[in-house]
């Protein structure tokens, strides 16, 4: 059977461990400056499972191997991270990579759960759970068991249960499998538990307990203007649910942590000093994108007036952003939005976050496209909290049909802007610049100059592409607004 670790991990201790005191053949200590832990882009590091042994954090993860414009999961790395009481605003660490040395703990063991892909599997997936096992937090690790059944299964989290009982969770895509487990580790004890009642579940479960009440977080998508977790079909935010029992049944309890900088988001949590720790992922070190995540951690807190307890909303830290260079596009500061309803798997936060992405995914940009009902005519809005001044604006348009098309998302007809006057009236804006209105494809585009207005609202309307009564959408990566001066 050939197995590589993909996607997702879970490391666990079987009763008592001791840390070896080696470190591995190929280690690296840096000094993090806040989240994410490693965020100069030479490594990059997702799908984690975080574990206390002796004081120390040891954070297992996947290694993002993708490139900087390669839309595909590529893990077939696994590396950990290890740090005495780290600081979420930054600190010493050590990264692991490759063998480590093996030094076998004070009777106990570690178990990695990684999902595997069969070579040759029976079932319609060929994912399934692989076990293995070391004596040491650090590896290395022994094949010792692997099965799967008719879902992907990918994801898994673990418990031991104060009475030494062991349950395992795995799942994505909306389905969420447990089982209890032998006291092996490995044999399956009983039958399986199918959880149906998590709001939004999508994947990457992490089951836990605190007192007598059993926790499940995990990453939640149901998408909609309206959501209180997930704008876009795209993203994910980390919602949980309580259970009085290890196999259920499970209660949403509501929302960990908001959507994060990468579409896909995965918790771990881990508790040192009398204190709660979270852990996740983004795409915020240097070179990083929805597949070169970044590890991040930040403090977990209860309100324990509640019963049972609830986990208090995470707010995410970041590192210290540099210097800002002054610059004439106001549109950051701007409130957009979309006169239609946009599609679910588009954002239109995406056209002012000042990115523009060589390989987008659909929430890196705005789109109209709904197949055949995409509306011949699209306005976006900015609004401005105080009055505005603006000369100039660019729209870098995201496409993927030819001019003219009736189908796909093609070059918009034509455009234009409008401002807000103060008598409340929307008036076009008179342009200078020569070429007019330019719907040229670049993501650098070029500058429509017009006379300077004052205003809290600038809009953009957009004529697309189509012929007999059916028309294309119109995708935009960013639409600029530019001040006389950079400010």
Known sequence: MALYVALALSLVVRSIAVASSHLRHHTRTFTSTGNPILADGSIYSAVHAPLVINETVYILSGQDKAGATENNFIMNEWQIFEAQSPDASGGRWI???DEARPHRGANGKFYLYAPVTQANSATSDPFAIGVAVSSNVLGPFTDAHSSGDTIQNIDPTFLVDTDGRVFIYFGTFGQLRGYELAPDMVTIKGSVTTVTSLMGYFEAPWLMKRGTTYYLLYAANNAGESSPCTPTSYHACIAYGTAPSPLGPWTSRGIVLDIVSSTTSHPGVYQLGGEWFITYHTRDAVGGTHFRRSIAFDKLK???????PSILKVKQTH????????????????????ANITPIQFWINAINDGCVEANPLPPDYWCSYAAEESPQTSTLRYKWNTTVQLNGATLALFTDQSAGSNIGVPPPASWKMEYLTYAGLWTAVSVTSSGGYLITVTDSPKEVSFQTVSTTSLRAILTVSGSGGQYGGVGVNEWAALAPTAQ
């Open 319 to 338: 590192r210290p952003a540099p210097a800002q260079t002054p610059t004439r596009n106001i549109a950051p500061r701007a409130t957009p939005s979309s």
């Open 302 to 308: 209860w309100d324990d007036a509640t019963s049972p």
């Open 95 to 97: 990264l692991h990579q």
